[in-house]
C-alpha cells in the first residue's frame, strides 16, 4: 500500500497517473515530481489529503480547468510549487501567497495578482491573463516587507504606470513585465 511513501518522480515519463477523483493515498508525500506525467486533465483532488508535502512540481502535466478553491490556501504550507504549462484557468483569489517559490507561469489564470509574504523569493506569473494596474501589486501595504528576488510577470493584461514603490522591491534581482499594456515614464530607480 506504500504507506510509508515519501519521495514520488514520476517525472518525464508516458505515464498516466490515473486515480479516481475520490481517490485517498495511503501515504503522505514530501516531495512529488510529476512534471511531464499525465495527470489531468482534472485537477488532482487527492492532493487535498497531503499534509507534509514540501515540493510539488507538476508542470506540463495536463491539468484542465479551474483550480478548486482549495487549492490557493493549500499551497501556503508548501515551498515549492510549479504548476506552470498547464490549461489552468479562473481567477485568482486574493490569498496570501507564502511559498518560497511559486510557478504558475504559462497557464489561463487572471485576475489581480496575490498578496505575499516576506517568505516569498520567486513569483513567476508570466504567459497569463493577469490585469489591472501593475502598481496596485507593487504598492499593496503588505507587500512591503519582502525578500522577492524573482518576479516574472511578462505576456500579461497589466495597464498603467510603473509606480515608484521600489524601495519596497529591493531584493529583486531579476524583474521582467515585458508584454504588458504599460505605460508613462520609466521611475528614475531604474536610471
Not at 499534509?51 to 501556503?76: C, D, E, Q, Y
Not at 513569483?123 to 494596474?133: E, I, K, R, T
Not at 529591493?170 to 504588458?180: A, Y
Request: aromatic share 12%; net charge positive.
Amino acid at each position: 500500500k506504500l504507506s510509508k511513501l515519501k519521495y514520488l518522480d514520476l517525472s518525464r515519463t508516458p505515464l498516466f497517473f490515473n486515480v479516481n477523483s475520490d481517490w485517498v493515498p495511503p501515504f503522505q508525500l514530501i516531495y512529488a515530481h510529476m512534471s511531464s506525467c499525465k495527470v489531468g486533465p482534472n485537477f488532482p483532488a487527492w492532493l487535498q489529503t497531503q499534509r507534509s508535502l514540501k515540493v510539488l512540481l507538476m508542470s506540463m502535466s495536463g491539468i484542465l480547468g479551474k483550480a478548486p478553491s482549495w487549492f490557493w490556501n493549500w499551497t501556503s504550507n508548501i515551498d515549492f510549487v510549479n504548476l506552470s504549462a498547464n490549461n489552468i484557468e479562473g481567477d485568482v483569489p486574493n490569498f496570501l501567497v507564502n511559498s518560497t517559490v511559486l510557478d504558475l507561469s504559462s497557464n489561463h489564470l487572471k485576475g489581480q495578482l496575490p498578496r505575499l509574504s516576506a517568505n516569498v523569493r520567486v513569483l513567476d506569473v508570466a504567459n497569463n491573463l493577469f490585469s489591472g494596474p501593475i502598481s496596485t501589486f507593487l504598492c499593496k501595504k503588505l507587500n512591503r516587507k519582502n525578500d522577492l528576488e524573482v518576479l516574472d510577470a511578462s505576456n500579461n493584461l497589466f495597464s498603467g504606470e510603473l509606480s515608484n514603490c521600489w524601495r519596497y522591491w529591493q531584493s529583486l534581482i531579476h524583474l521582467n513585465l515585458g508584454s504588458n499594456s504599460l505605460s508613462g515614464k520609466i521611475p528614475w530607480v531604474f536610471s
